[in-house]
T-cell receptor, first 113, second 118 residues
Framework: TQLLEQSPQFLSIQEGENLTVYCNSSSVFSSLQWYRQEPGEGPVLLVTVVTGGEVKKLKRLTFQFGDARKDSSLHITAAQPGDTGLYLCAGRISSGSARQLTFGSGTQLTVLP | EAGVAQSPRYKIIEKRQSVAFWCNPISGHATLYWYQQILGQGPKLLIQFQNNGVVDDSQLPKDRFSAERLKGVDSTLKIQPAKLEDSAVYLC????????????????FGSGTRLTVV
């Protein structure tokens, strides 16, 4: 059972369109991160959210952390081909001593020119 | 700042053979992680080191996988013997610390080693 469920699994859109991807869990997270991974590379950190209800913007990307800190969303405005990649959410559970990041299964985004 | 270095980038082996991967984390990063990423899935943690000690290896298949970080710097991950289902990308990541109650920093990942077992 995946601790973090991401949807959709695949998304193909035209350049200029808007999109939202979701990351959901039944667990509460002390923090949640979003990464983007391009083919042949490791994931690269985009943002960290730590407060329930928090909204962060990174140029055309808007990240939101749910009030209960169990879910998050990533919204991209006017998508560009350079946004193509695998988007991964990763959460750090509130309890536990090791506090590793647990990753979702990812959303593969393709933006067509 | 130099990133996380991994080698080799690609490896093809036959089942039942052995293979080893190497990782050099960012200088000064105390914590090192090995993740396995199967095609179409997110990374899954195999083992976490704090300096040269193991913090968590609960998801490491210890009958065939082993890892070490003898001097608290670079690390090796070994598979012996390999199975077909071990085909995946093996990612190494590092971070400055395991973090406190709220960890605001991210992990820095290497480019990974793509293993194909035939």
């Amino acid at each position: 059972t995946q601790l973090l469920e991401q949807s959709p699994q695949f998304l193909s859109i035209q350049e200029g369109e808007n999109l939202t991807v979701y990351c959901n869990s039944s667990s509460v997270f002390s923090s949640l991160q979003w990464y983007r991974q391009e083919p042949g590379e490791g994931p690269v950190l985009l943002v960290t959210v730590v407060t329930g209800g928090e909204v962060k913007k990174l140029k055309r990307l808007t990240f939101q952390f749910g009030d209960a800190r169990k879910d998050s969303s990533l919204h991209i405005t006017a998508a560009q081909p350079g946004d193509t990649g695998l988007y991964l959410c990763a959460g750090r559970i509130s309890s536990g001593s090791a506090r590793q990041l647990t990753f979702g299964s990812g959303t593969q985004l393709t933006v067509l020119p | 700042e130099a990133g996380v270095a991994q080698s080799p980038r690609y490896k093809i082996i036959e089942k039942r053979q052995s293979v080893a991967f190497w990782c050099n984390p960012i200088s000064g990063h105390a914590t090192l992680y090995w993740y396995q990423q199967i095609l179409g899935q997110g990374p899954k943690l195999l083992i976490q080191f704090q300096n040269n000690g193991v913090v968590d290896d609960s998801q490491l298949p210890k009958d065939r996988f082993s890892a070490e970080r003898l001097k608290g710097v670079d690390s090796t991950l070994k598979i012996q013997p390999a199975k077909l289902e071990d085909s995946a990308v093996y990612l190494c990541a590092s971070s400055p610390t395991t973090g406190g109650a709220v960890f605001s920093g991210g992990y820095t990942f290497g480019s990974g080693t793509r293993l194909t077992v035939v």
